[in-house]
Every structure is written in C-alpha cells, then in structure tokens.
C-alpha cells in the first residue's frame, strides 16, 4: 500500500515512516503544507496520514480539496491538538479517523489497516493470519474453520495483535485500546496477562497456527 | 468590630480626656475671675465706709457685722504700721441659709482722727462644691450631647460618605477568580476612594491576567509536550523492536516506557481539566446518570472481575441532570476508577443514586482521608503510579463548573457524594 506521512516534526515523521516502511508499505512523507500539495495532486496514495498544524497552512484545507478531488485516499487525521472541534471538524470534512498524538506505533497501525480494510483496499473481506481467518464486519473469528468464541474484550485484543502481527505491542497500547480510560494502571500489566493468558489458551486449543510472545516487562508480540 | 463602633470609641475616649481637661482649666479661670471680681467689689466697699466715716464717726464704735457687711476696731498705731490688706475666706453664719457659708473678707487699717482703726469688709461668696456640682452636670451633658452627635453623624457619614466603600467590598466579596466578571467600577467625589477603586481595579485585571496565562501556559505546555512525547515513546517503541536487546537492556526500556505513558496520561488530564475550567464542554442536554452508570460500570466489569470486587447499584429514584454528556461520562468514570484504584481485594463499591445525588461508598484502607485536599489536583492518599492524581479534581472541575457540590466522609468507608 501507498502510503503519505504529512508531519512538519521530523522526528515524528522519521518514526512514523520507518514503523509504516517494516509493514512493507511504500511510504513517501511531505513535511509542510506546499509540499504536501503537490504531493497529493501528483501522485495517488492509499492512505494519508495528515497533520492539522502545518508550516504554510492548515491540514484541514488540505483534506477539504482533497475530497473535492474526490479522491478515494483514506484519511488520518493525526494532531497534537488533541481537541474535540478538530475531531469533529476533520472527520465531518471527510477524514476517516482521528488520531491523537501522542500515539503508539502499534495505534497507529491498526489504525491504518482497519482504514485500508474499510475501502476495500487490501482485496479481501477477511484477515488471514496462521491459521486464523478474521470477519471484521461480524467480529468472528475461525480456526482452521472452526469458529473461535471470544468474548469481547478477547476478540479486541486478539484483532489488535493480528494487526500488528510480528511486531512488538506495548501493554498500555493494548492496554488502551483494548479497555480505554476503563483499566486501573496500578495493575494494568497483571490484568493484561490474565486475559492473554484466557486467550492464548483457546487459540492453543484451536491449533491456531499462532502464539502470542510475551516480551519481559514491554509487551506482547503475536508470531505467525 | 464595625468601623461606626471603632471611631465611636475612639471619639468617646478623646473626648472625655479634652472635655476633662478643659472642666477643670475652666473651672479654675472661672473661680480666679470670681475672686477678682469679689475682691474688687471689697476694695470699693472699704473706700465707701471709710469715706462714711469721715462723716459719721458713729460707725466707728460698729465692732460687730450685724445688720451691715463691715466691722470697725481701734488697733495700736504699732499693729497698724506693720498691717497689710488681706483677703480671707472664712465661714460666716446666714440668717437666711441658718448655717455658716463662706464669704471673703478683707481686713485693712485706716486712720482717722490721728487714731488707727480695722476695717473688716464682707461678702457672700460663691460655694465651691455646688459650682462644681452644676459645672460637673453641665460639662456630663455636654459629654453625652457630643458622643451622641458623634455616633449619628459617624452612621450618617458611614451610609453616605463610605457608600462608595462598602460597595467596592461587595463587588470584591463576589469575585471569584475563575468567573472573571470584572469588579463594577464604583462612583465617586472622594480621592482616596477613587484611588482605591483604581488600585482595585489594576489590582483585579493584575490578577485575572495573571490567572489566565497560568492558566494558558498550562494548556499550550500541554500541547506543546505531545509533540516530543510522541516522538520519544515512538523512538523507544522502535528501538525495543530491536531483536537484538538483551533482556535487561529491555527492562530498562519497558520502565522509560511506562513512565512515558504516566507522563501521556497526566498530560491528557490536565489538558482536559483547562478544557472544562475554558467552558470548552458547551453541549448541554438532559443526561440519565442511571443509564450512563450502568453502561460505565458494564465497561469496568473486567477490572472489577479482576480485582474481585463486589459492586452493587442502588437506583433510589431517577437521576436526570442537564450537563454535558461526554463530561457526565467522565465525571462517573473517575468516580468508579478512583473507587476502584484505592479499594483492596475482594471489597465493594456502593453506587447509590437518588434524585438529586449520586453516592459512591467503597471500602479501602481503615483510616479517613483528608476531606479538604482530597479533590485538590495531584493530592494522592497513598503515593503511587497507579493514578494521575488529577480523577478526583476533574471531577470537581466539573462540578464547580455546573455549581455541583462535591464532598467526602469517613463511615467505616470512603463515601464521595455528588450533590446536584
């Protein structure tokens, strides 16, 4: 997949492009608001990933003609303005998410994947990983067919780590996007554990072709 | 004690010493006056008898006072040389008062016929105790007269002259700091109240300027943190993608790690309580606290699974309040967190709700918590990394925002009641 980094702080932009490039995505990046421009009349990404607070111009214009354009980019609205006018401003203008910084690499890519799922982009309804096939639309999830009855939470954090398969996945990124701001943080890793443990046991069971790594004091890794 | 009494009691104090002062002074140039005069009437009294008794030598033979105010005895040509005039008071017997009363006397010599005669001329004089006596009255009277005056003056002046005052107070009474309405300016001819009115009224905008960029450099230092807070947690979570880390070369990431996410979190909060402290929640509606608790305690049943905790919700009435809906759920979420951070194994949570509350009990360590700085920011009961030690503050953000009342007690249990 294509993909635009549109970030003014070159240390974000660095992290963000190299994190997207170990995807094998094709990541080009612009980092002010006329080079950005140009960019995106020129060529045609899958997914732009947008800053609001832009040297020479507001993101936010950015995004406007490029949905004039018509264009069928997906796109992220990534801001430190972590405030709820941009939220909704940006994503009534069109965009196809909002991410707030500061963020977890692991956020954001499921982020990116659950965007190019959405338009379609990657070519198949379902997320193949192991032996795991994923429904997104329906939240099923199937073991070699067998259907793999998680619970809520489960099926989060399980889909979570699929899209950052082979990746490390820190525990308050799960942590966070799994259970939000409804997790203690005293005992956050403890918790965390028990519920991969309750997962790692029916995918074991269901021979699932995956495990889920535990790395010492950072996180999870899901290898397939 | 009120301004009126103050100088009342001051006026009153000065002017019983100056009054006191002056009773006395005038009582004394009052009595040398008399004597003066008194005397000056025996002078001329003496010149008239001894002018008589050049022609009526019968009155020279008139040893006693009587009928009349002089007495006549021969003396010796010796007692008469070394004699001088003397004034006298003494006491003399009043046919009219029947007893004896002063009076002045003034004893001179004269001569006639070649032989010395004493003359002793009198009069009534004035009684000391009783002009004191009137003097002591009329002097109270005036005391009283003039302490009255002061008081109703003082009251008058107090209600009209200080009125620019007592309204400046007023308006500074109602200021609040974080409602900047500015202190009305207050009209008026005195100088040093139009002075003060001004040095309020610098003194007032100092304040709120003060107030408002402290208030501003917190909310733009949050913002400008994210940017360098993602950057380092992002670096961090690449470099520990690095297989090649041993696993203490780990630990040590993973501790930057978390305390990168605490800092996240802490920033997060206090980004969000400059938001409600800007009014930046603006959406009002009518939010059903019942159906929002319920829906905020489905989302903690896992943690609340997990640290085998034991919550019961008790829906007394319905409890419908018109506020923000994000706000409302985040004022139940901190309430519902906080009971749960600082609860212990296998404890409860109490939610009770009624029509005008919200009460949630839950047990923890045996011992009560400072009610005042409880709901202060970053006011921890116990130190730890588990809290931003911003929940509670937000929720009094909140609440002092839609003027909720926010308190705790101590029954056996921690109980945090929302009053609506």
């Known amino acids: 997949m294509k993909i635009l980094v549109i970030e003014d702080e070159q240390g974000m932009r660095e992290s963000m492009v190299r994190s997207l490039q170990q995807e094998k995505h094709v990541v080009e990046s612009a980092p002010d608001f006329y080079s950005a421009r140009e960019k995106l009349e020129t060529y045609q990404y899958d997914c732009v990933l947008l800053d609001i607070g832009l040297p020479g111009g507001n993101g936010l214009v950015l995004l406007e003609e490029l949905k004039k354009q018509n264009s069928a980019e997906g796109v992220i609205i990534v801001s430190a303005k972590d405030s709820l006018d941009d939220k909704v401003k940006g994503l009534n203008l069109g965009a196809d998410d909002y991410l707030a910084k500061p963020f977890h690499l692991a956020e954001l890519h499921a982020r990116v994947r659950s965007v190019l799922r959405r338009k379609k982009l990657d070519g198949s309804k379902y997320i193949i990983c192991g032996n795991l096939k994923i429904d997104t639309e329906q939240r099923m999830v199937w073991a070699n067919e067998d259907e793999l009855i998680l619970n809520r939470k489960e099926y989060d954090v399980l889909l979570y780590l699929v899209l950052n398969r082979n990746r490390l996945v820190n525990k308050s990124a799960l942590a966070e996007h799994v259970w939000g701001d409804y997790i203690d943080d005293a005992n956050s890793y403890d918790f965390i554990y028990s519920q991969i443990k309750n997962l790692r046991k029916k995918i074991k069971d269901h021979d699932a072709g995956i495990e889920i790594e535990a790395v010492y004091g950072i996180g999870y890794k899901l290898v397939a | ?420």
Not at chain 2, 35 to 59: F, H, P
């Open chain 2, 1 to 420: 004690m009120k301004l009126l009494n103050y100088t009342s009691i001051y006026f009153s104090g000065a002017l019983l010493i100056i009054i006191s002062i002056w009773a006395a002074v005038f009582y004394y140039t009052m009595l040398i006056e008399i004597y003066d005069s008194i005397d000056d009437g025996l002078d001329n009294q003496k010149g008239l008898v001894i002018q008589k008794a050049n022609t009526d030598s019968t009155i020279l033979h008139k040893n006693n006072f009587d009928e009349a105010d002089y007495a006549i005895h021969e003396i010796t040509a010796n007692a008469a040389i070394n004699f001088r005039d003397t004034y006298l008071d003494t006491m003399m017997f009043m046919q009219n008062e029947k007893s004896d009363e002063p009076v002045r006397l003034l004893k001179t010599v004269f001569l006639q016929n070649g032989k010395y005669y004493q003359l002793q001329v009198v009069t009534s004089m004035v009684e000391e105790d009783d002009l004191i006596k009137q003097l002591f009255i009329s002097v109270l009277w005036l005391y009283l007269g003039l302490v009255l005056t002061i008081i109703v003056f003082n009251n008058f002046l107090l209600k009209k002259i200080w009125r620019p005052f007592y309204q400046l107070l007023k308006h500074l009474k109602m200021f609040r700091l974080d409602k900047p309405d500015p202190v009305a300016t207050i009209t008026t001819k005195v100088d040093e109240f139009s002075m003060l009115n001004d040095t309020v009224q610098k003194f007032v905008q100092r304040n709120i300027e003060s107030y408002t960029s402290q208030k501003h450099f917190i909310e733009n230092a949050s913002h400008e943190l994210q940017t360098p807070l993602a950057i380092s947690i992002n670096k961090l979570e690449t470099l520990a993608e690095d297989t090649e880390l041993k696993p203490d070369q780990l630990t040590l990431l993973a501790s930057a790690l978390d305390h990168l996410d605490r800092l996240t979190r802490l920033n997060r909060s206090l980004l969000l309580l400059s938001r409600i402290e800007n009014k930046q929640f603006a959406e009002l509606t009518s939010v059903n606290l019942n159906i929002l608790t319920k829906k905020v305690i489905t989302d903690f049943y896992d943690q609340l699974t997990f640290s085998d905790l034991h919550l019961d919700i008790n829906e007394k009435d319905l409890c419908i309040q018109k506020m923000n809906p994000d706000l409302a759920g985040i004022v139940i979420m901190n309430l519902v967190k906080n009971a749960i951070v600082h609860n212990k194994t296998g404890g409860f949570i109490n939610v009770i709700l009624d029509k005008n509350s919200m009460i949630i009990e839950n047990s923890g360590i045996d011992k009560a918590l400072d009610k005042e700085k409880i709901f202060n920011r970053f006011h921890s009961g116990q130190s730890s990394a588990a809290s931003t030690g911003l929940g509670l503050a937000i929720v009094k953000a909140v609440g002092d925002l839609y003027g909720f009342t926010t308190s705790y007690s101590y029954e056996q249990k921690h109980v945090i009641r929302i009053g609506f």
